[in-house]
């Protein structure tokens, strides 16, 4: 099965900050890879599938890269609505296997 | 418009059974790939289970292999999850959610139903 590590596993980050988090997959993935942010009580919400596709309706400060095992999630500039946590998810294999998650949290 | 409502969720004693079901409207349903993922409280995301669109292929997590079935009804717009042998690490939001055509990603859940496994 495919493993999925994020780091860090938290990041302390003031508004207006540009932040990064890193995601590895165990084997290539190709570009097969997504990115969500889960507030608290509430379902996950996609931002990012393909590795770089913006899903619509997220604020274009979101960016993602990478392709085969190493992938980023870049906030280019932080809002207060953006403190949550974020998770990577690989779709390369039907295992649609999550990271264990990037909290992020106000400085 | 899409939605997912998930029901079925509730405490049961450890080695109990229960039932899922996830209710689906706005979208061709018997199109789409449906999953199931958990989130244990205060944990992190976990996959569980895939079915394919015409229910001809399923995949589990290791962890409730053997001991959870999903299905489908494509006629009834409905998922499903049967849990058995539960034990007190099933303890978990259980949500369902659409598997999108290419990157298989998942934009649309449902709003999570809870299942406590506790004696």
């Known amino acids: 099965d495919i493993q999925m590590t994020q780091s860090p596993s938290s990041l302390s980050a003031s508004i207006g900050d540009r932040v990064t988090f890193t995601c590895r997959a165990s084997?290539?993935?190709?570009?097969?890879l997504n990115w969500y942010q889960q507030k608290p009580g509430k379902a996950p919400k996609l931002l990012i599938y393909?590795?770089?596709s913006l899903q619509s309706g997220v604020p274009s400060r979101f960016s993602g890269s990478g392709s085969g095992t190493d992938f980023t999630l870049t906030i280019s500039s932080l809002q207060p609505e953006d403190f949550a946590t974020y998770y990577c998810?690989?779709?390369?294999?039907?295992?649609?296997?999550f990271g264990q998650g990037t909290a992020l949290e106000i400085k | 418009e899409v939605q997912l409502v998930e029901s079925g969720g509730g405490l049961v004693q450890p080695g109990g059974s229960l039932r899922l079901s996830c209710a689906a409207s706005?979208?061709?349903?018997?199109?789409?790939?449906m999953n199931w993922v958990r989130q244990a409280p205060g944990k992190g995301l976990e996959w569980v289970s895939f079915?394919?669109?015409?229910?001809?292929?399923?995949y589990y997590a290791d962890s409730v292999k053997g001991r959870f079935t999903i299905s489908r009804d494509n006629v009834n717009n409905s998922l499903y999850l049967q849990m058995n042998s539960l034990r007190a690490e099933d303890t978990a939001v259980y949500y369902c959610?659409?598997?999108?055509?290419?990157?298989?990603?998942?934009?649309?859940w449902g709003q999570g139903t809870l299942v406590t496994v506790s004696s």
């Open positions: 959610a659409r598997g999108e055509y290419g990157s298989g990603s998942y934009y649309y």
């Open positions: 079915i394919s669109s015409r229910t001809n292929t399923m």
């Open positions: 393909a590795a770089s």
């Open positions: 998810q690989q779709t390369y294999s039907s295992l649609g296997t």
């Open positions: 706005g979208f061709t349903f018997s199109s789409y790939s």
């Open positions: 084997q290539t993935i190709n570009n097969y």
